[in-house]
């Protein structure tokens, strides 16, 4: 059974991907029964030099066209950005196409009136490959764990930041140098803006947060703070400490509402997201009946990412050949979304300080009244290279945030350096 596919974009995910669906296409009959026949591919330069070809009567560089062409049955959305992807994709459903993208900025800012479209036309909109790459997230989410009561969702899903922290953890490389390296080796982009100040990362904790608690979070709910500022002595100190930083999406439900955030955090040596290194993605599900789930593996590259694009065609060229009317896998509802300083958190403060009797007193009284609590303090140094380094208890991050500022104005306080919130589930 044969049906047409179109693919807006013949970069990395849709070079991949049309390499594979030709490559492949007698593998994909035999696994699947199903006849997926490329018929357009949309780029936007026909004369850009390619490291794979695009068969001269497939590629074009009118996408809306191609959208319309009524031998595509299906259209793929793989060019990335909200505009004009935004559009086409809107264009595709309204004509009753289905369709299949990898892009979570997309998702993210547009997914609750995309979704509503695809239902009013009783066709799907499938995003696998649009969180963690080639990891099976989404449809864990929202198929297998549909009638769970999920609670927190909690991982790393930038590829780039984690191979950049992980290798200024290792080999005590600078920020700037480790983001040179990622760009290199390929890894991170020319512009790799999205991805060290956290955008990249909270646009999948929108997905994922809407998905896993059925309220539909905007990216612009999701609190974002990226890597740019983290310090090679910082990660120097974690370690001694026993921590690993890495950038988290961690998405939480309770009684209160529902949350998304995305920043650096501190993670225990011993909690299984400090082994995840390189361009890796990892994501723990929790719920009460299921317990703790984790998925791990490449969150970035063109294999995977078409792979994870492939399976969401094979399920919409079915839905398509049974002629389904398709329901939306997660219905969304409004809910209490809470505000960022209501969230309990736990904080690494770096001080540089006066070394002399009393000090320690003065800054833990700024906490104190704050009402931050304490957990462990250390002294580097001594005179006036004196840092101190402090790890709080659990706190509300707006009193974290207080303290923090009050202790700016201490006479004793010559530098607040560096603070960066920390994952523990102890107390
Ligand atoms: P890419 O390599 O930059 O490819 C984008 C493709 O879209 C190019 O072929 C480009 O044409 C085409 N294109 C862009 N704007 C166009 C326009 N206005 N009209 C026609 N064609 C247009 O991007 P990518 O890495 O494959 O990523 C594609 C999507 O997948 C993005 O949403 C990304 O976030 C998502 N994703 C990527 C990865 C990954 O590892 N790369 C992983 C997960 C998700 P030209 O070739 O002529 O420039
Ligand atoms: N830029 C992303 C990352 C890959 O580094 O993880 C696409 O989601």
């Given at each position: 059974?044969k ?12 070079g ?9 296409k ?6 699947t029964g199903?006849?997926?026949?490329v018929r ?23 996408p ?8 595509i049955?299906l ?9 004009p ?9 309204q ?5 299949v ?10 997914g609750a009136?995309l ?13 696998e490959a ?5 990891i099976?997230?989404?449809?864990p ?18 590829g780039t930041?984690n191979y ?5 953890s290792d080999?005590?490389l ?26 990249d990362?909270?646009a999948?904790?929108a997905?994922?947060a809407s ?7 905007s ?15 910082d ?8 921590y ?7 998405c939480e ?15 225990p ?22 317990g ?29 050949l049974?002629?389904a ?7 969304f ?9 209501e969230?309990e958190t736990k ?5 540089e300080v ?8 003065k ?15 250390w002294?580097?140094?001594?005179g ?5 380094l402090?790890i ?10 207080a303290a923090v500022?009050?202790l ?16 523990s589930?102890?107390?």
């Amino acid at each position: 059974m044969k049906v047409g596919i179109g693919i807006l974009g013949g970069g990395t995910v849709g070079g991949s991907l049309l390499q594979y669906l030709i490559d492949e296409k007698a593998a994909i009959v035999a696994k699947t029964g199903l006849e997926l026949e490329v018929r357009r591919v949309a780029v936007r330069s026909l004369s850009k030099a390619r490291t794979f070809t695009i068969p001269a009567d497939l590629i074009t560089d009118q996408p809306a066209q191609l959208v319309d062409d009524p031998a595509i049955d299906l259209v793929v959305e793989v060019m990335g950005g909200r505009d004009p992807a935004g559009d086409l994709v809107l264009r595709a459903l309204q004509a009753g196409k289905p369709v299949v993208t990898a892009n979570k900025e997309l998702v993210a800012a547009r997914g609750a009136e995309l979704i509503q479209r695809a239902e009013e036309k009783g066709v799907s909109l499938l995003f696998e490959a649009a969180v963690g790459g080639g990891i099976p997230i989404i449809r864990p989410l929202s198929e297998s764990l549909a009638g769970e009561r999920i609670t927190r969702v909690l991982g790393i899903v930038n590829g780039t930041t984690n191979y950049i922290l992980s290798r200024m953890s290792d080999e005590n490389l600078s920020f700037a140098d480790a983001l040179e390296e990622a760009q290199v080796l390929g890894f991170a982009e020319a512009d790799p803006t999205a991805d060290i100040s956290g955008a990249d990362a909270a646009a999948k904790a929108a997905i994922l947060a809407s998905l896993a608690f059925g309220t539909w979070i905007s990216v612009d709910s999701v609190f974002r703070e990226g890597i740019e500022s983290l310090e090679p002595i910082d990660m120097r100190f974690a370690g001694d400490l026993g921590y690993l930083p890495k950038l988290l999406a961690v998405c939480e439900e309770t009684a209160e509402g529902v949350s998304a955030r995305v920043h650096p955090t501190l993670v225990p040596l011993d909690h299984p997201l400090a082994s995840v290194r390189g361009a890796h993605n990892a994501v723990f599900v929790e719920g009460p009946q299921v317990g703790e789930l984790l998925f791990m593996g490449p969150g970035a590259g063109g294999g995977p990412t078409a792979t994870a694009v492939l399976g969401d065609v094979i399920d919409a060229a079915r839905e398509l050949l049974a002629e389904a009317q398709v329901a939306p896998r997660i219905r969304f509802a409004p809910g209490r979304l809470r505000d960022f300083g209501e969230i309990e958190t736990k904080w690494y403060v770096r001080l540089e300080v006066t070394d002399a009797p009393g000090v320690l007193a003065k800054i833990a009284g700024v906490f104190g009244e704050a009402g931050v609590s304490i957990k462990s303090v250390w002294q580097e140094g001594r005179g006036d290279d004196a840092t101190l380094l402090m790890i709080t208890h659990d706190a509300l991050e707006a009193n974290q945030r207080a303290a923090v500022a009050a202790l700016h104005s201490l006479d004793v306080v010559t530098e607040v350096a560096a603070t960066i919130r920390v994952q523990s589930d102890e107390p």
